[in-house]
């Protein structure tokens, strides 16, 4: 009996130490995995409405007339109260949509850097290389009445001739460069929230296109004592 006792000893000795509890190269249980499941389409059996296929050549920017081009794309040459001038001049009297410009708000431009100027409508602009092939773009804000804003953006192609490749005029509430897209802060319609849009370069198309919109809810003021 007491050999047969040592032997057993011995055997508990020579086996492997099992993981304690705790032990940072074990493995841990995170409990139980929710089962994934895909989406569910709603009315399989209802006919979907067509998309046109896209042109072939998709659609050009606007190439800006009246300018010198510039050097190496370079787009920090270029004055962009003069850029913003050539751009109505090709699209004179429009007054409504993206070409579009208030007859005062277009005065006002005619008259920005001299002495009958009160504001310049054309407000600082920022470079952002929003097309990926390296060279800055020129993002431009003009004010327009209402808390309106009419945002543009023009890129410079290897002839050095400056193309807008954005413009869209909304009540803006702010705007924002995120990576290479423009996005606009906008009221949404609904009390408390507002629509983020966001514009991104389509190299199909040539040009920005707004790629995303959400809703999203206005954060709480903190109450001032």
Not at 8 to 19: D, F, S
Not at 28 to 56: F, Q
Not at 77 to 99: I, K, M, W
Not at 130 to 141: I, Q, Y
């Amino acid at each position: 009996m007491r050999t047969l006792a040592f032997r057993t000893v011995i055997g508990l000795l020579l086996l492997p130490p099992l993981a304690a509890c705790g032990d940072p190269g074990g493995l841990v249980s995170a409990g139980p995995t929710p089962t994934a499941s895909g989406p569910v389409r709603l009315w399989p059996w209802r006919e979907g409405a067509d998309v046109p296929p896209a042109p072939p050549g998709g659609v050009p920017p606007v190439y800006v007339q009246g300018l010198a081009p510039v050097h190496d794309q370079n787009v920090h040459e270029v004055d962009a109260v003069a850029l913003v001038r050539a751009d109505l001049r090709a699209h004179r009297g429009a007054v409504v949509g993206a070409d579009g410009m208030p007859k005062e708000t277009a005065d006002a431009i005619g008259a920005c850097g001299t002495e009958a100027s009160e504001r310049c409508p054309v407000l600082d602009p920022y470079y952002r290389d929003l097309t990926g092939n390296g060279k800055d773009e020129v993002v431009v804000g003009i004010e327009l009445p209402d808390h309106m804003m009419s945002v543009r953006a023009y890129t410079a192609d290897p002839d050095g001739r400056l193309n807008r490749i954005m413009a869209t005029t909304e009540t803006v509430i702010g705007v924002e460069l995120a990576g290479q897209n423009v996005v606009l802060r906008v009221p949404s319609g609904h009390p408390g929230y507002e629509l983020i849009s966001t514009w991104s370069w389509d190299d199909k198309q040539r040009s920005m296109l707004p790629t995303r919109e959400q809703i999203v809810r206005v954060p709480a003021r903190p109450r001032t004592s």
